[in-house]
């Protein structure tokens, strides 16, 4: 399970970016219009404010879906308006964590300028994108805010450096508070949450745990540094990166049940399988994190249960990274899950990743399998993760291949295709990098 629940709604929002431009002035993301402003409106104001909002899907925590569009979010209240141009609230206690960071979200790409500046600089950084138009409305945000000229001068100049919005932080900070409070009421009250300098990790494991925690998530961040030839200071992404750990597996289907945003017409969650998850990666309206299930599973030893929730917690984590890293642009899924594979395989000792990929590699030699239609659409049986993580590991392999992958990487995250990057990277077709991998693993 990994993005499939994902982007349902994608508000295609900003999140998580290299570069750091967060020093100037912060708008109050509250919304433009106070409750009492609204009060005093017409009715030809208030379905002209109804127009001019976003769609917010918010959705209880008893899954009923809350209509109307949020103008308002105050610490407690999220205020709404109607196609009619009625006012309704909901209480932030009572609806999901992601669907107040949507709200939040919703109000602040209508109002902040550096959501503009960031779609502008992704339409630059992507070969296709329409430079002039983008050049032009750069132009126009220019002339209306002179103090930006700093900062849009660095887009023209390198459009590749994300801006990581000034309020992306402490509206993360606020889903995983919310997220808590939410655990602590009515699932688990021993809930704790603890920080580490990349994570926001929300635990109902035993306390003596919490060191263990925060130690294998940063080990894992500095191997993904390492990985991609970052430096210490880039910032991977905005705030920090929201992990839900549950110990038990009902906890884990409670918390995901309440919380998992169900836009109206699709189907229910199937329980029964999402207890036998390990966890998954979602990212949703521009929010990503890690929600990661049990320890604990049947005849497995106390030792074995705790190596198989690292396992996940990397393979999940890598996902968040790979989603997060330099831009939304999602990677192909092979790719997205032979690097998961890969770090796990790697990071994990005796991990299932780690025996996994040599195995499907001999079998798909010795049968001599095509395995291509994987570029095409991700095979997702354990032959195709194994071989996936090998494609990785054949990238890899010498230094100057690594290098290669890691242009590889980020043209892809720039938007280019992948027949594309790997032509610019590694000079190759996909085919040919086919063949090659062929003869290197034989
Ligand atoms: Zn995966």
């Not at 025996?355 to 994987?374: E, F, M, P």
Request: overall charge negative.
């Amino acid at each position: 399970m990994t993005r499939r629940i994902v982007a349902m709604l994608a508000v295609g929002l900003l999140v998580a970016l290299t570069a750091t431009m967060s020093s100037a002035a912060v708008e109050d993301p509250s919304g433009d219009v106070t409750p009492a402003e609204f009060g005093a409106m017409s009715a030809a104001q208030r379905g002209a404010l109804y127009g001019s909002l976003r769609p917010t899907y918010i959705e209880r925590l008893d899954n009923a879906m809350v209509m109307g569009r949020a103008f308002y979010v105050d610490d407690e209240t999220i205020y709404l308006v109607n196609r009619g141009g009625q006012q309704s609230t909901v209480a932030i206690a009572d609806i999901s964590p992601f669907s107040l960071f949507i709200a939040r979200t919703a109000l602040m790409v209508d109002r902040n300028v550096y959501t503009s500046l960031e779609m502008l600089r992704r339409k630059l950084n992507i070969p296709e994108g329409d430079h002039d138009q983008a050049k032009g409305e750069l132009d126009k945000i220019l002339k209306s805010r002179p103090d930006l000229a700093d900062v849009i001068e660095a887009i023209v100049d390198d459009p590749s450096d994300a801006i990581v919005h000034p309020d992306m932080g402490w509206i993360i900070r606020e889903f995983a508070d919310r997220s808590l409070a939410l655990v602590e009421d009515r699932i688990n009250d021993e809930v704790r949450l603890i920080e580490s300098d990349h994570f926001i990790i929300i635990t109902t494991w035993p306390k003596a745990n919490d060191k263990g925690l925060k130690r294998s998530c940063e080990k894992l961040y500095d191997e993904l540094i390492d990985q991609f030839k970052l430096d210490r200071g880039d910032v991977v992404w905005a705030g920090k990166l929201p992990v839900l750990c549950f110990w038990d597996e009902t906890e884990f289907a409670d918390f995901v049940v309440a919380t998992m945003p169900m836009p109206p017409g699709k189907k229910a969650i199937d329980t029964d399988k999402l207890s036998k998850a390990g966890g998954f990666c979602m990212s949703y309206g521009g929010l990503t994190c890690v929600v990661l299930n049990r320890v604990q599973y049947d005849g497995a030893s106390a030792a074995q249960a705790r190596q198989w929730f690292y396992e996940v917690l990397t393979h999940e984590t890598v996902h968040a990274f790979n989603k997060l890293y330099t831009s939304s642009v999602s990677l192909p899924d092979w790719l997205n899950e032979g690097i998961a594979e890969y770090m796990a395989g790697t990071l994990v000792t005796g991990s299932y990743a780690s025996a996994r990929w040599l195995r499907a590699t001999r079998t798909v030699i010795a049968r001599d399998i095509n395995v291509n239609y994987n570029f095409e659409k991700f095979g997702g049986k354990l032959v195709d993760y194994g071989v996936c993580q090998s494609f990785v590991r054949y990238m890899v392999s010498s230094r100057s291949r690594r290098e290669n992958f890691v242009e590889f990487y980020s043209l892809l995250k720039s938007g280019v295709s992948q027949e594309d990057a790997m032509q610019q990277a590694f000079g190759w077709t996909l085919d040919e990098f086919q063949r090659r991998w062929r003869a290197a693993a034989k």
